[in-house]
């Protein structure tokens, strides 16, 4: 009998810095529907896709907080805004999708 051997999974995680959680002003004044979609946009980088994050609408829609397009929106130009992401291009209904890049400005982890 041979034996398998069990494959090392990695799991995935969100770092979110305790500097900038717990002693950032910048973090604190955000809206929770913009603290929620950086996190799920810093989900979906890898390392390498920074500039090409795709953040589906319907991604946000079921989490509590951020259910309508009108508040996902405001989220996203909130953290426009105040330079914790960049859109590095524009989507639309019909059109491309929209691409965004983290800027670092604020989290130690990207730059």
Known sequence: MTKRRKLHTHRSFVMLGRGMLLKSPEWKSLSPAAKLAYIYLKAKYNGSNNGGIRLYYSELKGVKGVSSSTTIS?????????????????GGLYRHFNEFELTGKYDDHLR
């Open 74 to 90: 405001n989220a996203l130009r909130e953290l426009e805004k105040k330079e914790w992401i960049r859109r590095t291009m524009l």
